[in-house]
């Protein structure tokens, strides 16, 4: 079999899941101001010690965080295990710099896994590639370290590299061998000539793949998803940031490569104080479906704080679209690419047996549905199953392109909660 046919197949739930929680939490959830504030103030370890000698989330409470990613709708999870200050939340024997030895004093990522588990939603670990805090780890001339052109470190430029290699080795084999099944294993990330096999990235894969034989790999530890040969490391999937690609992803032949999109609900991954920017509930909604009718996924970020606490507005914001999902999820699981243009009033994503229009904008009693190649058998607002209207307006015949009919549906009243759209459900006729 080949690695595309095996990526397909290790996919095929993910990509019927569609929607997934990012939680980015650690120790920069303290200073409340990016989780990249080591490297952006370039701050020494003992700069950035009074983090690690402070952290008490008293408030960690992640079946709380598990309840709000099912009211949301969402169907998978992804932790940050270790970020680039190499803080580990959890308990590895290979490191003394992790969450059970701060005021904490407990394994956070097991009770993430065991509460996440208890409401059916699946596990993934985020793990950073990146280790400030590891001695052995490039700093002087390293272009993301925190103590990059620091001549105090002009030592550390990676002369026993192996050794923090063989270090993130043994703390991803101790992520799939401790905590039970794992679905999702979210490397981060690759630069310049750190990169494939300077992580000793097939044999990474290797391990993850004899550990865990189901789990999905993300593409960032090197390598070409889209190539006609992809590298064995490549990944499962590919992982834009902070954009939805405009084509969706797809390989050199054309055919679709599974993707998910990992966005920000505010500004930030890691809490922010001071960031009120949030996205509204019908923003998030927008991405969503314009992943799915892309046939990617959307993985959303929330940022904790140092307490544990998700914070009010993103609260706010996943309630308002879970509601919207309890309504229309149906035109996002087990959805994707419809192969129908775009329309102007919004996108279109497509089941074994139904296309579903979601209406972003319109300002006519009727749309329109050009370029169909599917018969349909009836249309009802996904909503509440009520009756749309599939009747041609009586002087449309005057106004066809190129001699093509489109199909026509009267516009829904924007009946669902504050005004985010509604999504038409097309019948669609398989013989």
Partial sequence: MSIQSERTERTKEYCNDRFGMFIHWGLYAIPADNEWIRSRNKLSIEDYQPYFDTFDPVNYDPKKWARLAKKAGMRYAVLTTKHHDGFCLFDSKYTEYKATNTPAGRDLVREYVDAFRAEGIKVGFYYSLLDWHHPDYPAYNDMHHPMRGND??????????????????????????????????????????????????????KMARELQPHIIIDNRMGGDITSAEPEFYSGDFASPEQMIPAWGVRDVFGNPVPWETC?????????????????????????????????????????????????????????????????????????????????????????????????????????????????????????????????????????????????????????????????????????
């Fill in 152 to 205: 105090a470190y002009k030592h550390q430029t990676g002369e026993h590299f192996e050794r923090y290699v063989e270090y993130m080795h043994n703390q991803v084999r101790e992520l799939l061998t401790n905590y039970g099944k794992i679905d999702i294993m979210w490397f981060d990330f690759s630069y310049g000539d750190m990169t494939a096999e300077k992580w000793r990235a097939t044999e990474m894969v």
């Fill in 263 to 431: 966005i920000t609900l505010n500004n930030h991954w890691g809490y922010s104080a001071k960031d009120m920017n949030y996205k509204s509930a019908k923003n998030v909604i927008n991405m969503l479906m314009e992943c799915v009718s892309k046939g990617g996924n959307l993985l959303l970020n929330v940022g904790p704080d140092a307490k544990g606490n998700i914070p009010d507005k993103s609260i706010e914001i996943l309630t308002e679209v879970g509601v919207w999902m309890r309504l229309n999820s149906e035109a996002v699981y087990g959805c994707g690419i419809a192969d129908i243009p775009k329309h102007d009033w919004g996108r279109i994503t497509k089941s074994d047996d139904a296309l579903y229009l979601y209406i972003q904008d319109t300002c006519c009693e009727n749309i329109a549905l050009y370029d169909c190649p599917y018969k349909a058998k009836g249309a009802v607002l996904l909503a509440d199953g009520s009756y749309i209207s599939m009747e041609e307006p009586w002087n449309a015949h005057s106004y066809k392109a190129n001699g093509k009919k489109p199909l026509f549906m009267e516009t829904p009243e924007f009946r669902n909660l504050n005004g985010n759209a509604n999504v038409i459900k097309i019948y669609l006729d398989k013989e």
